[in-house]
C-alpha cells in the first residue's frame, strides 16, 4: 500500500510541477489537482513475484502515476509484458485502475467506487458532463440513480475484473 500511496504523492508532485512551469501558482485550496480515486475492490499491484525489486517497482508506479494518456498507458502495458510477462491478474487491476483514471479525469470524476455488485461515480463541483447526459441514462435503465447531488450509482453486477472496467469504460465514453 505504501507505494500505491507514493505514486499517488508523485503524481500530484507532477501536476504541481507542471502547473508551476506554465507559470500558474498552484491553488491551495486544491493543491494538486483533481486526482481521480479508484476502487475495484481487488488488488492493484506490482506484486514481489512479478516484479521482484522494490526499487524497479517504485519507478514504475512513479511512472504509471505520470501516464496521462492511454497511448502512454498502453506502452508502459507492453513494456511491462516484455520485461517481465504477461501481468496478473493485480497487475492488471493496477493498469486498469490507471486507465480509468485517465478517462475519468477530463470527466471532473473525482472518485469511481466498482464492487462487485455496483459502481459509483462522484462527480466534482465543475464536471464538464452535461447534466442532460446523466438525465438520459436516469432514464434509460432503473439500475441507475443519483446517490445525493455528486453520486450516479449503477447497480450492475460484475464478479470478474474485466467486465466490470469494460463496463466503466463504456459508461465513461457516454458521460464524454
Keep these: 500500500m505504501h507505494e500505491?500511496?507514493?505514486?499517488?504523492?508523485?503524481?500530484?508532485?507532477?501536476?504541481?510541477?507542471k502547473q508551476l512551469k506554465a507559470g500558474k501558482e498552484p491553488d491551495l485550496s486544491a493543491p494538486l489537482g483533481v486526482t481521480t480515486e479508484i476502487n475495484?475492490?481487488?488488488?492493484a499491484l506490482l506484486p514481489n513475484d512479478y516484479c521482484g525489486d522494490v526499487h524497479e517497482r517504485l519507478v514504475l508506479y512513479k511512472r504509471l502515476a505520470s501516464c496521462?494518456?492511454?497511448?502512454?498507458?498502453q506502452d508502459m502495458r507492453e513494456e511491462l509484458i516484455d520485461r517481465f510477462g504477461?501481468?496478473?491478474?493485480?497487475?492488471?487491476?493496477l493498469l486498469a485502475?490507471?486507465?480509468?483514471?485517465?478517462?475519468a479525469k477530463p470527466l471532473g470524476i473525482n472518485k469511481i467506487d466498482a464492487s462487485s455488485e455496483a459502481i459509483q461515480l462522484q462527480f466534482s463541483q465543475?464536471?464538464?458532463?452535461?447534466?442532460?447526459?446523466?438525465?438520459?441514462?436516469?432514464?434509460?435503465?432503473?439500475?441507475?440513480r443519483?446517490?445525493?447531488?455528486?453520486?450516479?450509482?449503477?447497480?450492475?453486477?460484475?464478479?470478474?475484473?474485466?467486465?466490470?472496467?469494460?463496463f466503466i469504460e463504456g459508461l465513461l465514453k457516454q458521460l464524454a
Excluded: W
Aim: with cysteine; charged share 20%.
Design 97 to 103: 485502475c490507471h486507465k480509468l483514471r485517465i478517462l
Design 40 to 43: 475495484l475492490h481487488t488488488p
Design 4 to 17: 500505491i500511496g507514493f505514486a499517488l504523492y508523485a503524481d500530484m508532485l507532477n501536476h504541481a510541477v
Design 146 to 166: 443519483m446517490s445525493g447531488p455528486d453520486k450516479l450509482r449503477i447497480a450492475v453486477q460484475h464478479e470478474a475484473l474485466q467486465p466490470r472496467t469494460d
Design 126 to 144: 465543475k464536471t464538464p458532463v452535461e447534466p442532460d447526459v446523466i438525465l438520459n441514462l436516469l432514464r434509460k435503465s432503473p439500475v441507475y
Design 86 to 93: 504477461l501481468p496478473p491478474l493485480q497487475t492488471q487491476a
Design 68 to 73: 496521462n494518456a492511454l497511448d502512454v498507458l
